[in-house]
């Protein structure tokens, strides 16, 4: 036996710490590449070539680009308040990196004859063989998903600045109706796990994908995710053509790469929830007899839902606010509740 911190060997405290910076640093590079690949993509959509300069095809580009940022000079608006205009990026930046500790993104490896679950919150009990995790994960996930949204207000209160408050003003707007949305969609899905456990989630969707089982639930949580996290047709809290830049106008320097790391980074973990909710998540073919397989089928299903949310930037207009809030309350909420009642029917009905 292996030296025992509080119960558990050494052997899973090192698997912790590196299951966490690979996450981070997947997450991490997917957001600097995520830019890069949504200018070529669009570039070849509209019959661009998009970045070409730097490195071969453009690959230096993210890089290029963050030693830009990094030394541009830093401008803080002599009215603004200076704390909250500091701490609102940071505010913005850090749930969406956080909330990526629950998703599991692979089954059940072996280490030098440990089991380790390929998740950053999870552990298997070395008595029981039993593998815990966060029980209310999609729960977590909602809550500091909700927490972005004070880093867009603040930015925007914080600027001192007219066009800032509004882009602030309709983010947070925006937020809390698509929240209750997503929220509600996603109801059916715990309905039919009956648990809150992503990574049990996954487990049930070993032989059918619950995106076949609930497609009303599916569609309706991928749109009110990007409308949540201000990805396009839904991007009015930036709104370049009405707002100059939105709530980020007065930013500058690593401060405004900042909240474009956040978005991507919203962008990643959103893939990753869809993909973990409702398209199986780490499971695929042949992955039981190759547990390495799991996060490969997982990084695919994110970066195919992060290719479509880029085909959408491409093809679709921008809503006017309106429209926005229409879609919002009068559209989106009631397809939510009418999905969690027929749900609930067909349920009892079969049982």
């Known amino acids: 036996?292996?030296?025992?911190?509080?119960?558990?060997?050494?052997?899973?405290?090192?698997?912790?710490?590196?299951?966490?910076?690979?996450?981070?640093?997947?997450?991490?590079?997917?957001?600097?590449?995520?830019?890069?690949?949504e200018?070529?993509?669009?570039?070849?959509?509209?019959?661009?070539?998009?970045?070409?300069?730097?490195?071969?095809?453009?690959?230096?580009?993210?890089i290029a680009d963050g030693v830009k940022l990094f030394f541009k000079?830093?401008?803080?608006?002599?009215?603004?308040?200076?704390f909250a205009f500091l701490l609102a990026p940071l505010i913005a930046l850090v749930p969406a990196f956080i909330?990526?500790?629950v998703i599991p993104f692979g089954g059940v490896i072996e280490v030098a004859g440990y089991k380790i679950?390929?998740?950053?919150?999870?552990?298997?009990?070395?008595?029981?063989?039993?593998?815990?995790?966060?029980?209310?994960?999609?729960?977590?996930?909602?809550?500091?998903?909700?927490?972005?949204?004070?880093?867009?207000?603040?930015?925007?209160?914080?600027?001192?600045?007219?066009?800032?408050?509004?882009?602030?003003?309709?983010?947070?707007?925006?937020?809390?109706?698509?929240?209750?949305?997503?929220?509600?969609?996603?109801?059916?899905?715990?309905?039919l796990s009956g648990t809150l456990s992503l990574s049990e989630i996954v487990n049930q969707q070993s032989t059918i994908w619950f995106a076949f089982k609930q497609p009303l639930a599916f569609c309706l949580f991928f749109i009110?995710?990007?409308?949540?996290?201000?990805?396009?047709?839904?991007?009015?809290?930036e709104a370049e053509t009405e707002l100059v830049s939105g709530f980020c106008t007065e930013y500058s320097s690593m401060k405004y790469a900042m909240f474009f790391m956040a978005e991507y980074a919203n962008m990643v973990t959103v893939c990753a929830l869809t993909a973990t909710l409702f398209l199986g998540g780490w499971q695929g073919p042949f992955v039981s007899s190759f547990a390495l397989l799991g996060p490969v089928y997982f990084i695919a299903k994110v970066y195919a839902l992060m290719f479509f949310c880029m085909w959408i930037r491409a093809t679709l207009p921008r809503y006017r606010y309106d429209q926005?809030?229409?879609?919002?309350?009068?559209?989106?909420?009631?397809?939510?509740?009418?999905?969690?009642?027929?749900?609930?029917?067909?349920?009892?009905?079969?049982?």
Request: charged share 10%; glycine share 8%.
């Open 39 to 62: 200018r070529k993509i669009i570039g070849h959509m509209q019959v661009r070539v998009g970045p070409m300069r730097t490195g071969w095809h453009g690959l230096l580009q993210p």
């Open 1 to 37: 036996m292996g030296m025992e911190i509080l119960g558990l060997p050494m052997m899973y405290y090192i698997a912790m710490v590196a299951k966490v910076l690979v996450a981070f640093v997947f997450v991490l590079l997917t957001v600097a590449y995520a830019t890069y690949a």
């Open 324 to 351: 926005l809030m229409h879609l919002g309350w009068k559209v989106m909420i009631p397809l939510s509740l009418i999905n969690i009642v027929v749900t609930g029917v067909i349920g009892y009905v079969i049982k």
């Open 99 to 101: 909330t990526f500790a």
């Open 73 to 82: 000079e830093e401008i803080i608006p002599s009215q603004a308040s200076t």
């Open 117 to 191: 679950p390929l998740q950053v919150a999870s552990y298997i009990d070395t008595a029981t063989g039993q593998i815990h995790d966060l029980n209310v994960g999609a729960l977590y996930i909602l809550a500091m998903s909700s927490l972005g949204v004070y880093g867009i207000v603040l930015a925007g209160w914080a600027s001192n600045s007219k066009y800032s408050l509004m882009g602030g003003l309709r983010a947070s707007a925006q937020m809390i109706s698509y929240e209750l949305s997503a929220g509600l969609s996603i109801v059916a899905v715990f309905m």
């Open 224 to 237: 009110c995710s990007l409308a949540e996290i201000n990805r396009t047709p839904f991007d009015l809290p």
